[in-house]
């Protein structure tokens, strides 16, 4: 229609808020309505009165259809149809309410339910999929706790050389017969050496 191609005249060589031209040349549109996502002739909604698009709302996908009929009503100017869960069932509905349409816009909706419905899948099995909760960890915190942890770590490496070497005097007698030693330490230290004795007549 004349109306088109003036619209997109003005559109193409002018200003138009959904542009957005890349350094290396290519010309994109933000035109959530767009079906392609490219700024050209046969992919523009505002240039064409014919037109149809598909978009995913709440996880349920919907055929949205533009017809001149509504022209005059900008508010119903987007007529939307809910289409099937089942795949092959949303073809089917793609194809009987673009029965009339351009065969480019047939082809390029059902490029994009393709990867709509295959983006849903996908979505829906990482939904399933147990996520590991995620908790803040203040800096501050966990470095006085590691050094806390340093610190305890030594102290008690320095507890257990000790009790080591009482140990190991205490078995080589060179306390004579002075028993002040903790009652535990004391018995441990008897109790091994009485393993000893036995291991030793064992092998006799």
């Known amino acids: 229609m004349n109306q088109d191609e003036l619209i997109w005249e003005i559109i193409y060589y002018g200003q138009c808020s959904f542009k957005a031209k890349l350094p290396e040349g290519e010309t994109f549109c933000r035109n ?12 523009c909604p505002l240039a064409n009165s014919r037109y149809a698009t598909l978009r995913e709302d709440g996880g349920r996908i919907y055929l949205y259809v533009k017809t001149p009929e509504r022209a005059h009503t900008p508010k119903f100017l987007w007529e939307r149809i809910k289409l099937s869960k089942n795949y092959t069932k949303a073809l089917e509905q793609v ?3 673009l029965a009339y349409f351009p065969k480019f816009l047939v082809h390029r909706n ?20 147990v996520k590991p909760k995620l908790v803040h960890v203040n800096p501050k915190v966990a ?6 942890e340093a610190k305890a770590l030594k102290a008690a490496k320095l507890e257990r050389s000790i009790e080591t070497e009482l140990l190991e005097r205490l078995k080589s007698d060179m306390y004579g017969d002075i028993y002040n030693f903790p009652s535990a330490s004391f018995n441990e230290a008897l109790d091994e050496a009485e393993g000893e004795e036995e291991g030793v007549a064992e092998s006799e």
Do not use: F
């Not at 959530?32 to 992919?43: E, F, H, I, L």
């Not at 470095?143 to 806390?148: A, G, N, P, S």
């Open 95 to 97: 194809d009987k309410e």
């Open 32 to 43: 959530p309505y767009n079906v392609t996502g490219q700024c050209n002739r046969s992919a």
């Open 110 to 129: 059902k490029q994009r339910l393709t990867k709509i419905y295959q983006y849903l899948v996908r979505s829906r099995k990482l939904s399933k999929k």
């Open 143 to 148: 470095r006085r706790e590691r050094k806390r």
